[in-house]
């Protein structure tokens, strides 16, 4: 559920019942997109506490709350002023604070500088000692993306038949500086960025770092759940996001398998849903784009994501549900 700020309390009431009738047993609440907080935080500007709404709300329909965040965009005003070196570099050496890819919103932190890891493992850690919470929910955990699906590509008009200088991120002064340390080169004098073993692995290394060093033990040392968005893959989402999340040591996944941006159907669902679960041994929850899918081929899909051994589905987001997606829903609630 994405914020809302002109929803009243009744609104939301409703929304929150009608997820419970749908069968639902969790939402993931977006509680801070990169630019703003919807809880009471310390750390970040604050729009309104819409968690402080909907925490009693859930509880009261035996839902649980996993705290939805942002990780690496950032649009916070102190910290674009003061730490413009926390945010990621591309091969031409051009920060995504100044330069964005693809999107506006694409400004990118650092996710192996040490300062960068310590900012968001303190907001994990202060949503953590809510206590209401379930859980802490990371979107954006990665790199800017090397490479878009296919459908995005048409979207934007982009010829993306290799990584391109301009997409290819991880070069901050920093990392470039701890990189050619160990050994011994510019990363920005590797001619094949993407056939240098080490140069590939260390930028893996500084997401997958961050997870488990910082904000993994940052949920649990409050006793809460921690799970990520992530890539199809992981070995597409290596290649795609520099995501190496194989190697997470997260509670549970949720791979987002949108398969219109991949011009795929259901099928590709349950093989990168089957992928998924051999790559983690932990619960998997197939992530199901909503918006413009009918309710029998959504329900086709939730089929494909449990044949391939999905724990369940996360459906993104409630705000495209309709009439017709939430009367399924009902149905196979009662019915499966």
């Given at each position: 559920m994405t914020a809302e700020p002109g929803k009243s309390r009744s609104q939301w009431q409703d929304a929150l019942g009608r997820a419970a009738e749908a069968?639902?047993?969790a939402i993931l609440l977006e509680v801070y997109d990169g630019r703003h907080a919807y809880y009471p935080s310390e750390l970040l500007p604050v729009s309104f506490d819409l968690l402080g709404t909907i925490l009693p709300l859930a509880a009261s329909l035996g839902l649980e709350v996993h705290a939805w965040m942002w990780c690496m965009p950032c649009m916070v005003d102190e910290i674009m002023k003061l730490h413009p070196d926390w945010y990621n570099v591309n091969a031409r050496g051009e920060s995504a604070l100044d330069r964005p890819a693809y999107v506006a919103y694409y400004k990118?932190?650092?996710?192996?500088?040490?300062?960068?890891?310590?900012?968001?493992?303190?907001?994990?850690?202060?949503?953590?000692?809510?206590?209401?919470l379930a859980g802490i929910h990371l979107d954006y955990i990665r790199h800017p993306d090397a490479v878009l699906p296919s459908a995005l590509r048409q979207k934007y008009g982009l010829v993306q038949d290799r990584v391109y200088p301009q997409f290819d991120y991880g070069y901050s002064d920093y990392e470039r500086g701890e990189f050619k340390r160990e050994y011994g080169i510019d990363p920005l004098n590797i001619l094949d960025p993407e056939s240098h073993r080490e140069w590939m692995q260390y930028r893996f290394d500084m997401v997958t770092g961050m997870v488990n060093e910082y904000l993994v033990p940052a949920a649990h040392s409050r006793g809460k759940s921690i799970t990520a968005a992530v890539f199809p893959g992981p070995a597409m989402a290596r290649k795609m996001v520099r995501q190496d999340w194989g190697r997470w040591n997260l509670d549970a996944f949720l791979p987002m398998l949108y398969q219109d941006f991949y011009s795929e159907g259901s099928e590709w669902v349950r093989r990168r849903t089957e992928e998924a679960v051999l790559a983690v041994r932990k619960p998997v929850y197939s992530g199901l784009y909503v918006h413009g899918i009918s309710a029998p081929a959504l329900r086709e899909t939730m089929k494909m994501a449990m044949r391939g051994g999905a724990s369940g589905v996360s459906l993104f987001t409630t705000d495209d549900m309709n009439s017709q997606r939430w009367s399924m829903l009902r149905e196979v609630a009662k019915r499966d």
């Amino acid at each position: 559920m994405t914020a809302e700020p002109g929803k009243s309390r009744s609104q939301w009431q409703d929304a929150l019942g009608r997820a419970a009738e749908a069968g639902m047993e969790a939402i993931l609440l977006e509680v801070y997109d990169g630019r703003h907080a919807y809880y009471p935080s310390e750390l970040l500007p604050v729009s309104f506490d819409l968690l402080g709404t909907i925490l009693p709300l859930a509880a009261s329909l035996g839902l649980e709350v996993h705290a939805w965040m942002w990780c690496m965009p950032c649009m916070v005003d102190e910290i674009m002023k003061l730490h413009p070196d926390w945010y990621n570099v591309n091969a031409r050496g051009e920060s995504a604070l100044d330069r964005p890819a693809y999107v506006a919103y694409y400004k990118f932190l650092d996710p192996g500088r040490p300062e960068v890891r310590e900012w968001v493992r303190k907001i994990v850690l202060e949503l953590a000692q809510i206590a209401e919470l379930a859980g802490i929910h990371l979107d954006y955990i990665r790199h800017p993306d090397a490479v878009l699906p296919s459908a995005l590509r048409q979207k934007y008009g982009l010829v993306q038949d290799r990584v391109y200088p301009q997409f290819d991120y991880g070069y901050s002064d920093y990392e470039r500086g701890e990189f050619k340390r160990e050994y011994g080169i510019d990363p920005l004098n590797i001619l094949d960025p993407e056939s240098h073993r080490e140069w590939m692995q260390y930028r893996f290394d500084m997401v997958t770092g961050m997870v488990n060093e910082y904000l993994v033990p940052a949920a649990h040392s409050r006793g809460k759940s921690i799970t990520a968005a992530v890539f199809p893959g992981p070995a597409m989402a290596r290649k795609m996001v520099r995501q190496d999340w194989g190697r997470w040591n997260l509670d549970a996944f949720l791979p987002m398998l949108y398969q219109d941006f991949y011009s795929e159907g259901s099928e590709w669902v349950r093989r990168r849903t089957e992928e998924a679960v051999l790559a983690v041994r932990k619960p998997v929850y197939s992530g199901l784009y909503v918006h413009g899918i009918s309710a029998p081929a959504l329900r086709e899909t939730m089929k494909m994501a449990m044949r391939g051994g999905a724990s369940g589905v996360s459906l993104f987001t409630t705000d495209d549900m309709n009439s017709q997606r939430w009367s399924m829903l009902r149905e196979v609630a009662k019915r499966d």
